[in-house]
């Protein structure tokens, strides 16, 4: 049985639709007309125990409108939601304590408390064990390094140092799912790494199921086996990112550091794109051309320093199914 199964859900948000003017006013007040605007379409999803998996797509594709029905805040308007065996909307309660939520624009941390203060209150509102609440705290505090600040006031914390508190306060009650919602947004180099082996570590070590929503693919690349594009509502691919690679990351870059420039070091199968100084870039198709045959024309015709084959990134794939769309095509 999956830990997380959706049927055919659906959320659809009613306003009232207004009239301009005074007069217009006035007839919405004893006349009003209703504009639907759905936000989550037919979406049906299963995710096994111990998942973790990137729930991508554009801004107002129904990401965070999926997510607030899994954690009970939003009632579906129709279909079927199970977490953990429990409808979330039904028995918020229940639902609350199997799952932990981290929004990266928003904190369940106490603003002028230390930040050891709002992890002691949260114990007791979970009811977490003073064992079990001391072994989590040694751990998160030694994989966030967050011993330096653990009693600094929350409101005094870098970004970076808060996300880590955040991160640390929604697994102490040891949940067994947990939704992260841009959980990486604004931070340094540094605070990102730390959050993404914080991440691993909770996925692989205690098998919690995670939920990972973002714009930053760097952190579904480096985390995720599996992704779920949602776009307009409506899930358009839900599998591997590798298999969404062979199918779409069709094109490869090929370039090549000739030992002196040449003014046109054309390859048979692939587009010369640049070439400056004695760096010359080609694009070409992989169906159409292997890159060892590219790479041996190169070597017969000129004289090389360096080559390299430069794989497309999973951002560059995902912007071209969002303008184009996503079809199920077969990969060659």
């Not at 999803?45 to 990137?54: I, Q």
């Not at 369940?108 to 992890?119: K, M």
């Not at 760097?218 to 591997?240: F, K, M």
């Not at 070409?284 to 045959?293: E, W």
Request: glycine share 8%.
């Amino acid at each position: 049985m999956p830990i997380i199964r959706t049927r055919a859900l659906r959320k659809v948000f009613r306003t009232v639709k207004r009239m301009p003017g005074a007069a217009g006013a006035l007839r919405t007040l004893f006349s009003r007309a209703y504009e639907d605007k759905v936000a989550v379409s037919d979406v049906n999803m299963d995710l096994e125990a111990g998942e973790l998996v990137g729930y991508i797509g554009p801004n107002g594709a129904g990401k965070s409108t999926t997510i607030k029905m899994l954690t009970g805040i939003l009632v579906p308007t129709s279909g079927s939601i199970e977490v953990g065996g429990i409808v979330p909307h039904e028995h918020r309660n229940a639902n609350a304590r199997n799952i932990g939520v981290v929004f990266g624009q928003r904190s369940q941390l106490y603003w002028d408390l230390p930040l050891i203060e709002s992890f002691e209150l949260l114990r007791a509102i979970y009811s977490v064990p003073q064992d079990r609440y001391r072994q989590n705290l040694a751990r998160f505090t030694e994989i966030l390094e967050m011993e330096p600040f653990l009693r600094t006031p929350v409101r005094q914390l870098s970004l970076g140092q808060r996300m880590r508190g955040d991160f640390a306060a929604a697994m102490l009650h040891d949940p067994k799912i947990v939704y992260l919602d841009e959980p990486t947004i604004g931070l340094d180099v540094i605070a990102k790494e730390a959050i993404r082996e914080f991440v691993k570590h909770i996925n692989e070590e205690r098998g919690t199921t995670i939920i990972l929503t973002t714009h930053d693919l760097a952190d579904v690349e480096r985390l995720s086996r599996r992704i779920i594009i949602i776009d307009n509502g409506t899930i358009i691919y839900d599998g591997g990112i590798e298999r969404i690679k062979e199918q779409y990351g069709t094109h490869r870059t090929l370039v090549l550091t000739l030992t002196a420039p040449h003014p046109n070091p054309e390859l048979d199968g692939a587009e010369l794109v640049s070439n400056d100084r004695g760096l010359a870039s080609y694009r070409f198709d992989r169906r159409r051309v292997r890159a060892d045959q590219l790479i041996r024309q190169a070597t017969e015709r000129y004289d090389l320093r360096d080559v390299t084959i430069e794989e497309p990134d999973l951002e560059s794939i995902i912007r071209r199914i969002y303008v184009e769309g996503y079809t199920q095509e077969s990969v060659p």
